[in-house]
């Protein structure tokens, strides 16, 4: 407890104020190491408590470690969208690593609507302020031939070469993408360079090496990727798990997630094993992943088909990355609750559940209503639900639609007509509606 008690003291002394942009000053480095340890040592409460008081004293420092803690969902539920609230504060007040993750997140879309234009601008001004690391993500961002972005291959490549012959390890691994012939823009700046890929690989390979040596778990995860994929190196599933439970232990949850997906998939020189794989997506949910709750409830679904047993935990996990923002679970919650196999089985339930999939944009959950008019003998109300689903994009519905409005006179047409005007009024995703008749 004297963690806390000394923070709220030096806030009194006035300690805390006059850190925006600049570093923090000596006791409040102080603070922040004895907060770091504090999270080592897994009192995590003291470090967030430590590290939130300094945040709204100024610290930008703090923001970027509290930033980091609801990321990884470490002492808290992951929550994207405070994360990156927070890495959006540290960066405005200076903080230059804090502008290249913002970067990250605005180009991946993550805890905010994806900008890619956003993104390069804050990568600029880390790399002007002098991270190494922003310079390659830049590079990156102008090899990538991104829509939303216009692309520069010829000064994209300049400073990936630029970042990765400084040892930025990103670079390295984009770099040799490129010149692979892997990830580059649509226009092609170059030709592919098998040997010198072959190269930044390797350079690659041995700086990941020894900075999971020394405990970087960034790296760790990093070099499990490379393993997991067989990019620069032969694929070795059992590597990349060790790798992937490495970085998963030391705190990085994206880690834990992909190890979850090896371990259901499973990989060269690595067996399926549904347990581990359901004993990662379940811890990696409990921090607040969604993706890994959603993923989670499908593992559960497929044994609750064959058993019957999972299917309350399913049901469970699936609505909880449902409620989340997860779309595709809604579907599946309907899939679930719609299939007399398992339990729960509920059709009204059921129905319920694939009308929001399809109102969140999974055309396939209008489909499924569709098909379960069609089943009742219901063509009036299975064309209007086939119709909705070919509208959002789920072509097949569109197919059955017109087949079965054949058979249809022009007043239950026209009236459909109506339906589907009045759905796309209550903010249904159908774009446009046929006119009764065609």
Do not use: N
């Not at 963690?3 to 600049?22: E, H, M, R, W």
């Amino acid at each position: 407890m004297r963690l806390l008690i000394f923070v709220p003291v030096v806030c009194v002394l006035g300690l805390l104020a006059g850190c925006t942009g600049g570093g923090p000053s000596a006791v409040q480095r102080e603070i922040l190491d004895r907060a770091a340890e504090a999270e080592a040592a897994g009192r995590v409460a003291d470090a967030i408590a430590a590290y939130r008081r300094l945040a709204e004293g100024g610290v930008s420092e703090a923001m970027l470690r509290l930033a980091a803690l609801y990321e990884e969902g470490r002492g808290v539920e992951a929550d994207p969208a405070t994360a990156f609230a927070w890495y959006r504060r540290a960066a405005e007040a200076g903080h230059p690593r804090a502008m290249r993750q913002l970067g990250d997140r605005l180009r991946d879309g993550d805890g905010v609507a994806a900008d890619a234009r956003e993104a390069a601008m804050w990568y600029e001004r880390a790399a002007a302020a002098g991270d190494l690391a922003a310079t390659g993500r830049l590079g990156r961002l102008l090899l990538s031939g991104d829509p939303a972005f216009p692309s520069d291959p010829a000064r994209g490549f300049a400073l990936l070469e630029k970042a990765a012959t400084a040892g930025d390890v990103d670079a390295q691994i984009a770099l040799a993408e490129a010149l692979a012939g892997e990830k580059l823009a649509g226009e092609k700046a170059m030709l592919p360079r098998p040997a010198e890929a072959r190269r930044w690989y390797a350079i690659a390979h041995t700086s990941l090496e020894r900075l999971v040596e020394e405990g970087d778990m960034r790296a760790a995860e990093t070099l499990a990727r490379l393993y997991a994929e067989g990019r620069g190196v032969k694929p070795d599933g059992a590597r990349a798990a060790e790798l992937f439970h490495v970085a998963a232990r030391g705190g990085r949850l994206e880690a834990l997630v992909r190890l979850a997906r090896l371990y259901r998939d499973g990989g060269p020189g690595l067996a399926a094993d549904p347990v581990r794989a359901i004993a990662a997506f379940r811890e990696a949910a409990s921090r607040g992943h969604r993706t890994a709750a959603y993923e989670l409830g499908r593992l559960l679904l497929e044994r609750a088909t064959s058993d019957g047993a999972a299917g309350p935990e399913a049901a469970g996990w699936l609505l909880e990355a449902a409620e989340a923002g997860e779309s595709r679970a809604w579907f599946w919650l309907g899939e679930l609750w719609g299939d007399p196999g398992t339990q729960p089985h509920d059709p009204v339930r059921a129905a319920e559940y694939w009308e929001k999939a399809g109102r969140a944009g999974e055309g396939k959950g209008f489909f499924r209503l569709g098909e379960a008019a069609r089943e009742r003998g219901e063509l009036e109300e299975a064309v209007f639900w086939f119709e909705l689903a070919g509208q959002s994009g789920y072509e097949r519905g569109r197919e059955l639609a017109a087949r079965h409005a054949a058979r249809l006179d022009a007043a239950t047409r026209a009236r459909l007509a109506d339906r589907l005007k009045a759905f796309v009024g209550q903010g249904g995703k159908v774009l446009a509606v046929p006119a009764p008749g065609t």
